[in-house]
T-cell receptor
Framework: DVKVTQSSRYLVKRTGEKVFLECVQD?????MFWYRQDPGLGLRLIYF???????EKGDIPEGYSVSREKKERFSLILESASTNQTSMYLC???????????FGEGSRLTVL | AQSVTQPDIHITVSEGASLELRCNYS??????LFWYVQSPGQGLQLLLK??????LVQGIKGFEAEFKRSQSSFNLRKPSVHWSDAAEYFC????????????FGAGTILRVKS
């Protein structure tokens, strides 16, 4: 079974803090994704990576950056957290090309 | 632009009743489609997928979906709902022509009455 592990299930941060959300997968998948989930908006793609050291902007990249130094790890960074970044963040992986995504359990971030 | 619409934000059905969740898409390319389910506090789990071939696809937990190209729809069905099916359901669409990025619908929350 594919396992996608998000390091923190719940975080509470203050406005202006730097926030790191980490995602690790154990199936040697090429593709990794970060989504943001908000009620009534579904999942929106923040950033994705189709290979190590490669990253591309998704639909809502503003205020976020990512890092993929190793194949199994994809980090989402909020350089200066703001209250409008309070949300559920979901990491997903895919073997490559068209195919299903495998999701982590999510990280619920609250920014005060 | 690609878009996915799930017209129903909430649906309530009685246990044992049939279920249909709607999904419509707008794509300028040949799509492939998924249905995912999310239980409270959890990530998303794949229910079923369609890439090509038979337009009626079977998934886990007794779910099925039918791809109708003429209607740009991929509706999810289950003949008899169980209380454990209460969750949020997401339709997702992708296409090779768009870099295989998936676009998700806004989700439908299913409530099951006993």
């Amino acid at each position: 079974d594919v396992k996608v592990t998000q390091s923190s299930r719940y975080l509470v941060k203050r406005t202006g803090e730097k926030v790191f959300l980490e995602c690790v997968q154990d199936m040697d998948h090429e593709n990794m994704f970060w989504y943001r989930q908000d009620p009534g908006l579904g999942l929106r793609l923040i950033y994705f990576s189709y290979d190590v050291k490669m990253k591309e902007k998704g639909d809502i990249p503003e205020g976020y950056s990512v890092s993929r130094e190793k194949k199994e790890r994809f980090s989402l960074i909020l350089e200066s957290a703001s209250t409008n970044q309070t949300s559920m963040y979901l990491c997903a992986t895919r073997a490559g090309g068209p195919g299903e995504l495998f999701f982590g359990e999510g990280s619920r971030l609250t920014v005060l | 632009a690609q878009s996915v619409t799930q017209p129903d934000i909430h649906i309530t059905v009685s246990e044992g009743a049939s279920l249909e969740l709607r999904c419509n898409y707008s794509y300028g390319a040949t799509p492939y489609l998924f249905w995912y389910v999310q239980s409270p506090g959890q990530g998303l789990q794949l229910l079923l997928k369609y890439f090509s071939g038979d337009t009626l696809v079977q998934g886990i937990k007794g779910f099925e979906a039918e791809f109708k190209r003429s209607q740009s729809s991929f509706n999810l069905r289950k003949p008899s709902v169980h209380w454990s099916d209460a969750a949020e359901y997401f339709c997702a669409v992708g296409a090779m022509e768009y870099g295989n990025k998936l676009v998700f619908g806004a989700g439908t929350i299913l409530r099951v009455k006993s």
